[in-house]
């Protein structure tokens, strides 16, 4: 089955540590974005790479690395400098075609205390 | 700065009858996603609306955009259970594959 896979599903962390949410999608899609959700609001855009060994920071880049070696990966970093890390975060990939409809993966429930 | 609102944020709808809600952004594009989100879980695409005057439907819900009065609608015939979730537009940022949300509209539907 063709999809996008988030893991772990529930993350907890200790506040300091630098964590990486993993995101694989085997779509063969070009473009690969993260957004985070924090309760009752919508998603914010992170990084997003429209190929591979290429991104580019959203709105909400601080706080944050990305890479993009290989075109099915887009592992995400939440290192110790983003102040408020607990959210839920999503990863998403679109073809490059003219609806760039996206596709989201399960996504990730990050907690830090 | 591209702005999307929805309103109403939450919607209490009462099973059978038919309700309308509303995304409105502030800058042109052409481009208009509706997603469905039930709690605790990802997004599930919903409509892609591309053009100006475009109406999709599936089911009980259907879409509609208008780019000149930078308005999409979503029209909800005969309201069931099933359709309780939260509902996100998103709008489609100059050329490239950039969205901005809205903050979702939560509709729950009683009997």
């Known amino acids: 089955d063709g999809g996008i896979t988030q893991s772990p599903k529930y993350l907890f962390r200790k506040e300091g540590q630098n964590v990486t949410l993993s995101c694989e999608q085997n779509l063969n899609h070009d473009a690969m974005y993260w957004y985070r959700q924090d309760p009752g609001q919508g998603l914010r855009l992170i990084y997003y790479s429209q190929i591979v060994n290429d991104f580019q920071k959203g709105d909400i880049a601080e706080g944050y690395s990305v890479s993009r070696e290989k075109k099915e990966s887009f592992p995400l970093t939440v290192t110790s400098a983003q102040k408020n890390p607990t959210a839920f975060y999503l990863c998403a990939s679109s073809i490059d075609e003219e609806s760039y409809e996206q596709y989201f993966g399960p996504g990730t429930r990050l907690t830090v205390t | 700065e591209l702005k999307v609102e929805q309103n109403p944020l939450f919607l209490s709808m009462q099973e059978g009858k038919n309700y309308t809600i509303y995304c409105n952004y502030s800058?042109?594009?052409?481009?208009l996603y509706w997603y469905r989100q039930d709690p605790g879980k990802s997004l599930e695409s919903l409509f892609v609306?591309?053009?100006?005057?475009a109406v999709k439907q599936e089911g009980r819900l259907m879409a509609s955009l208008d780019t000149k009065a930078r308005l999409s609608t979503l029209h909800i015939t005969a309201a069931v259970h099933d359709l309780s979730a939260t509902y996100f537009c998103a709008v489609a940022r100059g050329a490239n594959s950039k969205l901005t949300f809205g903050k979702g509209i939560t509709l729950s539907v009683r009997p």
């Open positions: 800058t042109t594009s052409d481009r």
């Open positions: 609306l591309l053009s100006n005057g």
